[in-house]
């Protein structure tokens, strides 16, 4: 398969994480006789610093021509730490969403039977964890009216969906549960905000042409913590943009590393992977960064053109690895792995998928992964 791969590196360890999952991709390439094309654009601080904007039009115009678009990360701490700041890097990742029509995002959370101790929970609470969830991303109070009087003393921002926005991410997490345990969950405040009572009442309607999927509903504040004491009753979580953002970044405590969690950004006709970490700054330049979270982003991007050996591959490279403790210092703290070191190890594995294997780990150690 030839596929066209627009690149955004964008901020802090972005550039960094990114550089590993293009490695891996490039060994999909030699493994199973593919082509990928590359091409990179600035976005975000980066991009302001350089464009003036944090999303040019140029990168703009190489994200729509391309068949998807692997990104890195986003945000600077000198636009964090100035509320007068009218325009910020995180602004060119929500007009990049919105100009490629990306109204589902797909956040897997997963429980590794190898990483269990690293969670502060209990293993007997989050053993068997499965879940994924579908945040609807370019509706509701990130996009909404937002408006602040003369004197700067009183501010809203208006959370506003339609019925077309709900119907639609609604369809894609049905089918999705329909392939996995067949149980949805809706996730509102259906007790309080109006546009909660719409995302009931439509998805109750659709939830009745997928008989052979249970519908359940549970408010944000008892899912948060139902997410905590019992996260293995979940199957596919459905919610609007903001509930989906603090539930996934929620998730992240299972798996152990927020640096583990990959996602899809999905449109109608153009398709996003991003680790769904932040540009960590503390790290930037330092080859820390945990950069699995952007490999398992790549091997959705392959699932998603239906390349599903490739993405097998990836994960086992991925499995692999923690398993023998070719880890970052977050999952690991008197780790000697760095970002890059990890990336060698996962790719080389991909390339020599055979379960049997020896590997010399003083080399690992040197950055120099041999595969005998």
Not at 57 to 73: I, P, Q, Y
Not at 163 to 176: C, G, N, Q
Request: hydrophobic share 40%; net charge negative; proline share 4%.
């Amino acid at each position: 398969m030839n596929l066209n791969i627009a690149l955004l590196p964008g901020d802090g360890i972005g550039p960094e994480v990114l550089a590993q999952a293009v490695k891996c991709l490039q060994a999909v390439e030699e493994t199973f006789n593919h082509t990928f094309t590359f091409k990179e654009a600035p976005v975000g601080a980066i991009a302001m610093e350089q464009k003036g904007t944090p999303l040019p039009e140029a990168t703009l115009s190489l994200c729509l021509e391309a068949d998807a678009v692997l990104f890195g990360a986003i945000g600077d701490p000198k636009y964090d730490s100035n509320p007068d700041a009218k325009v910020r890097p995180e602004q060119g990742l929500l007009q990049l969403r919105k100009a490629l029509g990306l109204y589902a995002n797909i956040r897997p959370v997963i429980s590794h039977p190898t990483l269990l101790n690293k969670s502060p929970l209990k293993k007997e609470i989050i053993a068997g964890t499965d879940f994924v969830i579908f945040r609807e991303l370019t509706g509701g109070i990130y996009f909404g009216e937002k408006k602040l009087n003369e004197e700067g003393t009183v501010a809203s921002d208006l959370c506003e969906y339609s019925e077309d926005e709900v119907s639609r991410i609604t369809h894609l997490a049905f089918k999705a549960a329909k392939a996995r345990k067949k149980k949805v969950t809706l996730v509102d405040k259906a007790n309080v905000l109006e546009s909660s009572r719409l995302w009931r009442k439509v998805v109750t309607r659709i939830g009745e042409s997928y008989p052979e999927v249970t519908l359940e509903h549970m408010f944000m504040d008892n899912a948060a913590m139902q997410i905590i004491l019992n996260p293995t009753q979940f199957d596919v979580i459905l919610t609007e943009n903001m509930f989906g953002d603090i539930l996934s970044d929620e998730g992240s405590v299972i798996s152990g590393s927020i640096g583990l969690l990959a996602s899809a950004s999905i449109g109608d006709e153009n398709a996003l992977f991003e680790p769904i970490h932040g540009s960590y700054p503390q790290a930037k330049g330092k080859n820390i960064a945990n950069p699995i979270a952007s490999i398992l982003s790549a091997a959705m991007l392959l699932e998603h053109f239906g390349l599903h050996e490739e993405a097998w591959a990836v994960k086992k490279a991925v499995d692999k690895s923690l398993k023998k403790g070719i880890v970052t210092i977050d999952l690991k703290s008197k780790s000697h792995h760095s970002t890059s070191q990890v990336g060698d190890f996962i790719a080389h594995n991909i390339v020599d998928i055979e379960d049997n294997f020896n590997m010399n780990d003083e080399n690992i150690d040197l950055g120099k992964s041999t595969i005998i």
